[in-house]
C-alpha cells in the first residue's frame, strides 16, 4: 500500500511538473538587466534612452499547446503599488483576444483599438507600448504584467503574474544639463599623421553629509573615458565606453547608479554621524581620444577618406552631472565647469586605437591617490580645465572645414564651401541616452603556447581573437627585478612569417603595440584600457634577461558589446563546424559600437556592405538587437540633405559614392530587426529617410528603367592570380547595372512591405510599381531568353534576379543551370562570386532544388572556399578568399563580408528554422537533410522564446526532434523521399518525427 502511494504521488509530481508555465526574459526596451552593468550588489537598475518604453516578455513551459488569452500590464510610481497591482502611471486593463485587437476595460462592452506598434507586436507579448502619463527625465517606475494561458489539448487556464520589475528614465532633455563642457589642449598633444594624445586626468571633490536615498551618474566622455569615485571604479566591467557616433549629429551620454561608491562622515552611504560633519568625495574621470580625435590626420588630404585621414572632431572632453537625493527630500548636484583640474601627466601616455597604448608606471607612482578625497596637488602637473570647452575646441579643426566638408547636395562631393549662415549645432543639444550597452569582457583566453624568438617572446593565444592581453603579476614577468627601468613592449599580429616572427604588413601602418614602462617590479596586473587590438600571436620585448615567461602569466580579454550568445548549430560535418566556430569568432570581434569591417588594421569602419545580408545571419547567434537599432541611427544620422547614404557609419569616411549594393543595408538591416526581433519601431523611425534614398537613387541614376550606377563591383570575387585582391579577368567581374538592378528591385520589395505595415498604401503600389516595371525593362535589356542567361553569365547576373523573383517562372530552369554549370564545370565546383553575389548563392541554390551543391561549397576544403581557410589554419574568415597568398595591402585575417548567407542557410535550410511572422511568433520548420549529412543539431533562442531542431538520418531513416516555444504555432514540414510532406501546423511543445528518406 505504502509502494502505491508513493508511486501515485511521483506520477502526479511528474504530471504537475509537465504542465509548468512560467513567465520569462521580461524586459522593457530589450533591457533585462542581465547584461546592465551596476557598481552595486542588488539588482542593477535598468535605465532607459526613452520615455516611450515598450514592454516584453514570453515563456517557458513543458506543457503543450500554451497559448496566451489575454495580457494585463500595470506601471506604478512605487514598488509598493507594483505589488499591490495598483498601476497609478498606467493600466492597460486585460487586453484578450489579440487577433480582435481589443483591450477590454473592465466592462466587456467597452472597448478600444491598440495603436499600430501594438499591433505589428502580432502574437502579443513583444514590444508591448506604454500608453499612461508621459514620464519624466529621472523618473523610477515599477512595472508587472498579468497574463492568462491555456494549455493542453482541452484547453486548461492558467493564471501567471511575473515578479515586479524596475526601470528608470535618463535624462530626456537637453534643459536636464546644468554641466558644462571640460577639458584642456596641452602642449604634448601630436595631432599629425600617428596623431599621440596623452590621457586626461580629471578630478573634483565635493562634500556630503546627509543620508542617501540615490546618485546617479550621467557622463559622457570624449572619445573613452573611465569614472572614478572615492577611488572605485564606476561600472569597472564596461571599456571604452560611449558608444560611437557622428559626434556632429549625436553625441551618447551614459547614466549610471552610483549610490554605494559615495561616503558620509568617511562610512557608505546611510551612515552620517550624528554630528553631520561634512566629508569630503571625490570624483576622477580618465579621457583618452577613442575615435573623437583621428586616429590618422593629414590636414593636406582634402578628400577626407582612408587610410590618411578620417573624421577629427577635436580634443577629449568631459561632460558629467552627478545628482544626490537625500532622505530629507533635498538633492545636490555635482557638475563638470570651471571648478575641477585636470593633468595629462598621468601614465597613459597614448591611447590610440590603431597604434596601442603607452603605460609609464613612473607617472603613476607620481600622480599618486588622485581619484581619492584629501589629495594634495603637486606644481606644474594640475591645472585648472577650460570651461566651455566645446566652443573653443569642438569640430574647430576639420569637421568643419570647407575643404574637408562633402557636400549635402547633388552631386556628391567633397571641397564645396558652406553656407555663409551655417551654424555648428550646439553639442548640448546633440546630447542622447546611449541605447545599447557597452563593451565588455565575454571570454578569458589562456595562450596555447610560449616561444622564445632570440631576447623576445612569442605568445600563441590558439585563436585570432579581439581584445587585449592581461599579464597577471607584472613582478612575477620581470622576474622579481626590483631595480629593473626599461619598458616592455607588446606588438600584436594575427600570423606568422615562416621565420616565427610576427606577420604584420597587413596591418598596414597601424602599429598595434603596447608599452609598459616599468620602474621595478610590482606585484599587480596590468593591461592596456583603452585600445583593442585583433590577433592570435603576442611579441614581447624588453623583459630582463632571466625572464622566463609561462603561459598563466597571460590571459587574453575578449571584448565586444554586451550580448547574450542566443545561436547553437553543430552538424556531422568537421568542416561545417570549424567554419561556425571561424563565423562567430569573426562577428563578435567585429562588434565595437558599430559593426565592423576589421579589427586590427587602420580601418576598423562599418563599412554597410558587408552587413547587407550577413545582419541576418549573425543575428542567429548573437542577440544584437540594441547593437543594430543604433548602427540604424548611425546610418541616418550620416544621410545628406539630398538622402544620399555614406558607406560608411558612422561617417568617419566621408564616402559617400552613391551606390546601391552599400548603403541598401539601411534597409536590409531594418528589416532583419523586423523578421527576427518583431521590432517595427526602427522601420517606423527610419522609414522617410530609407524612402528619401530610394527616390535619389532612382531620380538620378535610374535611367529607362536600368540603375546605371555602382561603385565596387562584385567586391573581393576569386581572382585568377593567387596574389591579387581583385580580378582582372572580365569574364570575372559582374557589371554595374547587374548588380544595381537588381538589388535596386530587392529593396523596393522591401519597402513595399515596410509600407503595406505602416498603412502607407499609395507607397506600397508605387514600390510594387516599381518592382514591376525595372524587372520588365531588366530583363529586356539583360537577360537572352534562349539561353537564359544574364548579361555576360556570371553567376552573381544570373543569381540575382533569380534571387529577387525576376525572373520569368518559364526560365527559372534556366538560369539556375547557368549558375550550376558555371559553377561545376567553369569553377570547378567552387565559389565564383564576391561579396554581392555571396548573399544570395547558398539559399537559391537550396531553394531551387540544389542543395546538394550548396553542401558541396560548404565542405569544400580547396581554394577559394570557407573550408579552405578552415585548412589553412585560420580560426576566423579572411577577407579575400586567397587571404593566405594576397596582397597585404587589403587583407585581414578577420572579416565576415565573405560570409554572405552562410549562416542563414545554416540555420533556415539545414536547421530548417524561419520566421514566418516578425519576432517567430509564427515558425516555419523546414530542415533541408541533404546527403552528406548524418545530424543537424540547432537551436535558436528567438525572441518569441527557445527554438530547437535536431535531426539525424541513418541510411533512409530520419528522425527528427523539434520545440516550439510557447504562444507559439509552427508550420511542419517533415522531410520524405518525396521531397518535404504537407504542412502540418503546430502548436507550442516538443514534437518527434520519423520518416523515410
Known amino acids: 500500500m505504502k509502494q502505491m502511494a508513493r508511486i501515485i504521488t511521483i506520477c502526479a509530481l511528474l504530471a504537475a511538473c509537465s504542465n509548468k508555465i512560467e513567465l520569462a526574459n521580461l524586459s522593457v526596451e530589450m533591457q533585462d538587466g542581465e547584461l546592465t552593468n551596476a557598481t552595486v550588489v542588488e539588482q542593477p537598475t535598468i535605465f532607459l534612452a526613452t520615455a516611450e518604453p515598450r514592454f516584453s516578455w514570453n515563456y517557458t513551459s513543458t506543457a503543450e499547446n500554451v497559448v496566451q488569452e489575454e495580457y494585463r500590464i500595470i506601471v506604478a510610481s512605487t514598488k509598493e503599488n507594483a505589488r499591490k497591482g495598483i498601476g497609478d502611471l498606467w493600466d492597460s486593463k486585460e487586453c484578450v483576444n489579440a487577433s480582435m485587437r481589443e483591450c477590454v476595460s473592465g466592462d466587456a462592452s467597452k472597448t478600444n483599438t491598440i495603436t499600430q506598434s501594438n499591433n505589428n507586436a502580432l502574437n502579443q507579448m513583444l514590444y508591448i507600448p506604454y500608453e499612461g502619463r508621459p514620464l519624466k527625465s529621472r523618473e523610477q517606475c515599477w512595472w508587472r504584467v498579468y497574463t492568462t494561458v491555456s ?128 566629508v569630503m568625495n571625490a570624483i576622477g574621470v580618465v579621457l ?19 587610410i590618411n585621414h578620417a573624421a577629427h572632431y577635436g580634443l577629449p572632453q568631459l561632460l558629467l552631472q552627478l545628482e544626490v537625493f537625500y532622505k530629507d527630500g533635498t538633492s545636490d548636484m555635482v557638475v563638470s565647469d570651471g571648478s575641477w583640474m585636470i593633468t595629462d601627466q598621468g601614465p597613459i601616455r597614448k591611447a590610440n586605437e590603431f597604434d596601442g597604448e603607452t603605460y609609464d608606471r613612473n607617472l603613476d607612482l607620481a600622480l599618486g591617490a588622485w581619484m581619492h578625497p584629501g589629495y594634495n596637488y603637486y606644481d606644474n602637473c594640475w591645472q585648472p580645465v577650460v570651461d566651455h570647452y566645446d566652443r573653443e575646441n569642438m569640430y574647430a579643426e576639420d569637421i568643419y572645414n570647407p575643404r574637408h566638408r562633402a557636400s549635402r547636395e547633388y552631386p556628391v562631393k567633397t571641397g564645396s564651401a558652406l553656407p555663409d549662415d551655417y551654424q555648428r549645432p550646439d553639442p548640448m543639444r546633440l546630447l542622447t541616452p546611449q541605447p545599447n550597452p557597452n563593451i565588455m569582457v565575454h571570454q578569458h583566453v589562456r595562450p596555447v603556447a610560449i616561444l622564445a624568438k632570440g631576447d623576445k617572446w612569442i605568445v600563441d593565444m590558439g585563436q585570432n581573437m579581439v581584445g587585449v592581453v592581461e599579464i597577471a603579476n607584472m613582478a612575477s614577468l620581470l622576474a622579481y627585478r626590483d631595480d629593473f627601468r626599461d619598458t616592455i613592449t607588446l606588438r600584436y599580429a594575427e600570423l606568422l612569417n615562416a621565420d616565427s616572427t610576427l606577420y604584420t604588413d597587413n596591418l598596414r601602418s597601424a602599429e598595434c603595440t603596447d608599452r609598459y614602462i616599468a620602474v621595478g617590479a610590482p606585484e599587480m596586473p596590468w593591461s592596456p584600457q583603452f585600445v583593442y587590438h585583433g590577433f592570435r600571436y603576442v611579441e614581447i620585448s624588453g623583459l630582463p634577461a632571466e625572464s622566463r615567461p609561462r603561459i598563466e602569466d597571460f590571459t587574453g580579454l575578449v571584448l565586444h558589446d554586451a550580448m547574450l550568445k542566443t545561436g547553437h548549430f553543430e552538424t556531422s560535418s568537421e568542416v561545417i563546424n570549424a567554419v561556425y566556430r571561424n563565423a562567430t569568432w569573426g562577428i563578435r570581434g567585429n562588434y565595437r559600437s558599430m559593426p565592423t569591417d576589421c579589427p586590427q588594421r587602420d580601418e576598423r569602419m562599418g563599412w554597410t556592405g558587408d552587413r547587407t545580408t550577413g545582419c541576418y545571419g549573425e543575428s542567429y547567434i548573437f542577440g544584437n538587437h540594441r547593437l543594430y537599432a543604433k548602427w540604424l541611427q548611425d546610418m541616418a544620422d550620416g544621410q545628406f540633405d539630398n538622402g544620399a547614404l555614406a558607406d560608411v557609419a558612422p561617417a568617419y569616411w566621408r564616402n559617400y559614392t552613391d551606390n546601391m549594393t552599400w548603403p541598401g543595408a539601411f534597409i536590409t538591416v531594418a528589416d532583419m530587426l523586423l523578421t527576427r526581433f518583431g521590432d517595427l519601431r526602427p522601420v517606423e523611425q527610419h522609414y522617410d529617410a530609407m524612402k528619401k534614398w530610394m527616390l535619389h537613387m532612382k531620380k538620378h541614376y535610374l535611367k529607362e528603367g536600368i540603375l546605371v550606377r555602382d561603385t565596387y563591383g562584385d567586391w573581393c570575387v576569386p581572382p585568377e592570380s593567387p596574389e591579387l585582391i581583385h580580378t582582372r579577368d572580365t569574364n570575372r567581374m559582374t557589371w554595374p547595372a547587374n548588380l544595381s538592378t537588381p538589388y535596386y528591385c530587392h529593396f523596393c ?40 542567361r544574364y548579361d555576360h553569365n556570371t553567376v552573381t547576373a544570373n543569381l540575382l534576379p533569380l534571387a529577387f523573383g525576376m525572373v520569368p517562372s518559364t526560365l527559372e530552369d534556366k538560369v539556375l543551370a547557368n ?38 561549397l560548404a565542405t569544400d576544403t580547396t581554394y577559394p572556399s570557407w573550408g579552405y581557410m578552415a585548412k589553412q589554419g585560420a580560426t576566423t574568415i579572411w577577407e579575400l578568399w586567397n587571404g593566405d597568398t594576397g596582397d597585404p595591402a587589403m587583407n585581414s585575417g578577420n572579416h565576415v563580408m565573405l560570409l554572405g548567407d552562410l549562416i542563414i542557410w545554416y540555420y533556415e535550410y539545414l536547421g530548417g528554422i524561419r520566421a514566418l511572422a516578425p519576432g517567430y511568433s509564427r515558425i516555419e520548420m523546414k530542415p533541408y537533410p541533404i546527403e552528406g549529412l548524418d545530424y543537424v543539431d540547432c537551436s535558436y533562442q528567438s525572441a518569441s522564446g527557445y527554438i530547437e531542431s535536431k535531426w539525424r538520418r541513418t541510411g533512409d531513416s530520419f528522425e527528427w526532434d523539434i520545440i516550439i516555444p510557447p504562444n507559439t504555432t509552427a508550420e511542419v514540414y517533415l522531410p520524405t523521399h518525396n521531397g518535404h510532406d504537407e504542412k502540418k501546423v503546430l502548436g507550442s511543445g516538443r514534437h518527434h518525427f520519423t520518416s523515410k528518406l
Not at 573634483?204 to 572614478?228: C, N, T
Not at 548573399?839 to 540544389?850: A, D, F, N, S
Request: proline residues 3%.
Open 151 to 278: 494549455y493542453g489539448d482541452k484547453g486548461k487556464k492558467k493564471k501567471l503574474k511575473s515578479e515586479v520589475q524596475s526601470f528608470e528614465l535618463s535624462l530626456m532633455s537637453p534643459d536636464d544639463w546644468k554641466a558644462h563642457w571640460i577639458g584642456r589642449d596641452f602642449e604634448d598633444d601630436r595631432l599629425e599623421g600617428h596623431t599621440a594624445i596623452a590621457a586626461r586626468y580629471l578630478r573634483k571633490e565635493f562634500a556630503l553629509k546627509k543620508d542617501i536615498v540615490r546618485a546617479r551618474l550621467y557622463i559622457s566622455g570624449l572619445g573613452s573615458y573611465k569614472a572614478y569615485i572615492n577611488g572605485q571604479e564606476v561600472a569597472p566591467e564596461e571599456w571604452l565606453k560611449p558608444a560611437l557616433s557622428d559626434y556632429t549629429q549625436r553625441i551618447y551620454f551614459n547614466t549610471y547608479d552610483v549610490t554605494s561608491l559615495l561616503h558620509i562622515s568617511g562610512k557608505p552611504t546611510g551612515d552620517a554621524t550624528a554630528d553631520g560633519a561634512a
Open 288 to 306: 583618452t581620444p577613442g575615435r573623437f580625435t583621428t586616429p590618422r590626420h593629414d590636414t593636406n588630404y582634402l578628400e577626407w577618406c582612408g
Open 749 to 788: 520589395k522591401i519597402m513595399q512591405d515596410f509600407a503595406v505595415r505602416l498603412d502607407k498604401d499609395e507607397d506600397a503600389l508605387f514600390f510594387q510599381n516599381e518592382f514591376d516595371a525595372v524587372t520588365e525593362a531588366y530583363n529586356r535589356r539583360y537577360l537572352d531568353t534562349a539561353s537564359g
Open 819 to 856: 549558375i550550376v554549370n558555371k559553377t561545376e564545370n567553369d569553377f570547378g565546383g567552387h565559389v565564383s562570386t564576391g561579396v554581392v553575389g555571396i548573399q544570395q548563392l547558398m539559399r537559391t541554390l537550396t531553394e531551387y532544388g540544389r542543395g546538394d551543391l550548396a553542401l558541396r
